[in-house]
């Protein structure tokens, strides 16, 4: 800039007269430059001072005016010239998320007057300290002379196999640094790829089929395995079809999740009683294709459930006839029940008294309707007038009579009570459509004995006694025409504890 301005005629001690204009030269004084010489028409003498001096304002102030604007231009071009560019070296990068550190360029068009921090903002998908390491600093630093700088990506290898890229968006702030100005590739993405192999996981079924009984109203576990246990949880999703609803199962997990080092997950499907005898429903589970290329689904991709509601032929127990039996026979312990001399009291026999008993019963159904494959017993002794009569389920009377006999209690329980009633008290569930065996289920939880006065007028005012039943249940056999089961007797009531005897139920004749 100008630091002096000095505006002077030309020639200063000339006495002006009337009608003499000449042309005075007029000089700006510039000790930097050459002194600009303006034309400027003299002013005629007998003009005042103030006259003069007004005049020569009007002609000298455009001059003024476009000096400055020249000057300040001039300026700017000056500041112009002095901005750095700084930008990336190029504006797209890729690392894989197991490869090594990469170094992003940061670039002058010119050599730094001084060390010089470029400050960096970092965002996008990548997350610092999952996929990529924390940065040392968000700045680069360029020495002074030099033209370059790097900031410094490196990759986490996550185990991740959700097949998705991350991304790493840098900017830099050029404005935040006196002298710079961002260039044209101011921002760099930096792509981080999943290098996990494409099909590297297999998920199927394990099985085709299943079969379940809806009587026994079971839990099943669908089993789906993974080819090789995957360095994460592994997720996918299934769809459900064929003829079952959900009346006849709920689902207790609606997607599958193979945990990180496992091979196995499970579809667990609950099993509804319907009681829709004689039927049967399907339920296929179908795998669904993942959008991660990292995990396909191969080999058995679907499976079929097969609820069967089965019935028994309870017409091998129960058959509708006026002279039906059945044979109980009873160990009087938890043993199994000998095949022969059930009946037999001599002590060389193979088998004594005390050791088996065997007592004829009558097979009763009180309404198959409600459940086919349910039936209980009766005996010859039982009177629909009499309740007192309605007790001694399978024990018989033995076991609660006069205590003369082994494993007896002494509550004087009359030979009457042993006409025991109890229509609902097995229930016999297939092995599938049609199968002669199956599974055997204590329906009842307790019986009543009656301890009857017993007079010449009959039954008066009788006591009686609760006796609790339980059983993990037994096997029948429809073509041996067998039922075993072991039963536990709660005979706390009358002072004999738990007891556990084992039974089984035969229309087979004792063999004495």
């Known amino acids: 800039m100008f630091s002096t301005m000095k505006i002077a005629f030309g020639r200063p001690d000339r006495v002006w007269r009337p009608c003499q204009c000449p042309d005075v030269p007029l000089s700006i004084s510039n000790p930097d430059k050459s002194s600009p010489l303006l034309p400027f028409r003299t002013i005629a003498p007998t003009m005042t001072y103030r006259s003069m001096f007004s005049a020569l304002r009007r002609s000298l102030l455009p001059a003024c005016l476009l000096s400055i604007a020249l000057l300040f231009a001039a300026c700017d071009s000056n500041d112009m010239a002095m901005q750095t560019t700084v930008e990336f070296g190029q504006d797209t990068y890729q690392v894989s998320e197991a490869g090594q550190s990469l170094d992003v360029e940061v670039v002058l068009d010119s050599p730094a007057s001084e060390e010089v921090t470029i400050p960096i903002t970092v965002g996008g998908s990548a997350i ?5 390491e924390e940065p040392a600093s968000d700045d680069v630093t360029i020495a002074s002379g030099s033209t370059s700088g790097t900031f410094t990506i490196t990759p986490i290898d996550n185990a991740s196999i959700d097949d998705q890229d991350r991304t790493i968006e840098l900017l830099i702030d050029a404005d935040e640094v006196d002298g710079y100005t961002g260039g044209a590739t101011a921002g760099a993405t930096v792509t981080i790829t999943d290098d996990e192999m494409v099909g590297s996981f297999t998920v199927s079924f394990q099985e085709a089929s299943y079969e379940t009984n809806e009587y026994n109203q079971d839990t099943l576990d669908v089993l789906v395995e993974v080819n090789q246990p995957a360095p994460a949880n592994l997720q996918l999703d299934f769809q459900t079809g064929g003829t079952a609803t959900s009346e006849n199962y709920e ?3 609606n997607s599958i999740e193979i945990l990180a080092g496992e091979t196995l997950d499970t579809i667990q499907v609950a099993v509804k009683d319907t009681r829709s005898y004689g039927e049967s429903e399907t339920l296929t589970l179908t795998l669904q294709t993942p959008a991660n290329d990292a995990v396909t689904i191969g080999g058995t991709t679907e499976t079929d459930i097969t609820i069967v509601n089965p019935v028994a032929d309870i017409a091998t127990y129960a058959p509708d006839e ?17 095949e022969t001399g059930r009946l037999n009291t001599d002590p060389s026999a193979g088998v004594i008294f005390d050791e088996s008993f065997a007592f004829t019963i009558v097979p009763v159904r009180e309404d198959p309707s409600a459940d086919p494959n349910v039936f ?9 007038d009499d309740f007192t009569r309605s007790t001694n389920m399978l024990n018989m009377v033995e076991f609660y009579d006069d205590g003369e006999q082994p494993n007896t209690v002494d509550e004087g329980v009359s030979s009457a009570s042993a006409g025991l009633y109890y ?12 199968a002669t065996t199956g599974t055997v289920e204590l329906v009842q939880d307790e019986i009543r004995v009656y301890k009857p006065d017993q007079t010449d007028d009959g039954v008066t005012n009788p006591e009686s006694f609760v006796i609790g039943i339980s059983s993990e249940g037994g ?4 073509t041996e025409g067998t039922i075993n089961i ?27």
Not at 322 to 338: E, I
Not at 423 to 434: A, H, I, K, N, V
Not at 475 to 478: D, F, G, V
């Open 251 to 253: 689902l207790l997990n």
């Open 423 to 434: 229509p609902s008290l097995f229930r016999l569930t297939p092995d599938g459509p049609g």
């Open 322 to 338: 006026d002279f039906a039996r059945l044979y109980t026979y009873n160990t009087f312990s938890d043993v199994a029940v000998p």
């Open 376 to 384: 209980g017993f009766g005996s010859f002794l039982w009177s629909e």
């Open 128 to 132: 610092a300290g999952v996929d990529y």
């Open 486 to 512: 072991t039963i536990t007797f709660d005979e706390t009531a009358v002072n004999n504890g738990f007891v556990t005897r084992r039974f089984e139920l035969s229309d087979r004749r004792p063999s004495s």
């Open 475 to 478: 096997t029948y056999n429809e």
